[in-house]
Structures are given as C-alpha cells and as structure tokens.
Antibody, heavy 119, light 107 residues
Framework: QAQLVQSGAEVKKPGGSVKVSCKAS????????ISWVRQAPGQGLEWMGW????????NYAQKFKDRITLTTDTSTSTAYMELRSLRSDDTAVYSC????????????WGQGTLVTVSS | DIQMTQSPSTLSASVGDRVTITCRAN??????LAWYQRKPGKAPQLLIY???TLQSGVPSRFSGSGSGTEFTLTISSLQRDDFATYFC?????????FGQGTKVEIK
C-alpha cells in the first residue's frame, strides 16, 4: 500500500523560502511521479507541478515556474518542493500526491503540510 | 485553464440515501476526470478515475459517469463512513484543475 508522509508545518517570513518533503513507502519510488498541489484558506485546490521520480523530469504550472523547484532523492524515496520569494498569499496547505504521469489522476496523497507566511 | 463547477456545495442526506454530485467543465475534457473523498485530518482517497473506473478497494456503491463536460459521482446507498467532502479533478491537460468540493452531511 503506497504511503506518502510529509514534513511538518512551517512558518516563514515574506521573501523567504520553504522546502517541504514527501517520503514515499510501500511501492517502487522510481516507478511513479509526484505531483504537488496546494489549497489556500477558502480557496480551491491548485496544481503546482510534477516530477518524475524515474528521471527527474519536471513540469511546472505557469503560475509557479519562476519560484518553484521540485526534486527527488531516490536513495531515501523522498520528493521535495521548494517555493521561493514567499508572499502572504502563499499561505496554504501543500500536498504531494502520486501520479504516474502528467497529467494524471492521483492514487495516493500525503497528509498535507501547512505553510504560513507571515511577518 | 479549464474551469470545473461542482454542485451542490453542501448536501444533507441520510444513511441509505442515493446521492449524486455533479462536476461540469467549461470545455470538453473527454473522460479525464477523477473523484476523491476527503475526511478531516486524513489524506484524500481516490474513488474513481477516467470518469467511471472504480479504484481498487473502493466499495461498489460508488460509481462515476459522464464524458465531455458533464460528470456525476453517485453513491448508491449512503453509509455512515461516506460522510465526507468529495471533489473532482480534471486532468485533460497540464493545467489540471479541481472542483470546489461537495460536503456530504448527515441529515
């Protein structure tokens, strides 16, 4: 049974950066990709990007492409999402989800990580 | 980006009721639509993908239908464990988008 476990809540200042981790277990990490989505308070879900755990290929949403970097560490089966130049409207719950391709449905999700951006 | 309009936003129902939730896209997404269930404090669970394919392990009381721009999720006989929020997800193109969610409450 695939499981994704994310790192804990973060509080960051405007202009800073955050790096959220997503540790996979229960499946062959390199056989699937990982998508990242976020949900700001009172807003809908928003897709941010996808990374292939097989070869590191990425696909970013246009809105985030200048501020986001997705990476993986195959030795620890962990995916990372780094978002830079944080603003208050980046306050959201960030989630990773397993997606074999992009675009594709998500058959396993992380529990979500709250990132609060506040001065 | 493709807009997904999900309705209703809230639904009150009783155990045993048949429940239908709708997602409409503002342009055709073929059958590239998934449905998820989300409960407070838990990771979302995939119920249906490609509009009507039941994810392994999901009870058969859940079903999906539709193509093009209109899709439905049906729960044939609502169980206590089904009180949750449901949302749709279109993945027809890279700018995949989501419905706003439907909260199914106990009547």
């Amino acid at each position: 049974q695939a499981q994704l476990v994310q790192s804990g809540a973060e509080v960051k200042k405007p202009g800073g950066s955050v790096k959220v981790s997503c540790k996979a277990s229960g499946y062959t990490f390199t056989s699937h990709g990982i998508s990242w989505v976020r949900q700001a308070p009172g807003q809908g879900l928003e897709w941010m990007g996808w990374i292939s755990a097989y070869n590191g290929n990425t696909n970013y949403a246009q809105k985030f492409k200048d501020r986001i970097t997705l990476t993986t560490d195959t030795s620890t089966s962990t995916a990372y999402m780094e978002l830079r130049s944080l603003r208050s409207d980046d306050t959201a719950v960030y989630s990773c989800a397993r997606a074999s391709y992009v675009p594709y449905h998500y058959d396993s999700w992380g529990q979500g990580t709250l990132v609060t951006v506040s001065s | 980006d493709i807009q997904m309009t999900q309705s209703p936003s809230t639904l009150s129902a009783s155990v045993g009721d048949r429940v239908t939730i709708t997602c409409r896209a503002n342009e055709s997404i073929s059958r590239w639509l998934a449905w998820y269930q989300r409960k407070p404090g838990k990771a979302p669970q995939l119920l249906i993908y490609k509009a009507s394919t039941l994810q392994s392990g999901v009870p058969s009381r859940f079903s999906g239908s539709g193509s093009g721009t209109e899709f439905t999720l049906t729960i044939s006989s609502l169980q206590r464990d089904d009180f949750a929020t449901y949302f749709c997800h279109q993945y027809n193109d890279f700018s995949q988008t989501f419905g706003q969610g439907t909260k199914v409450e106990i009547k």
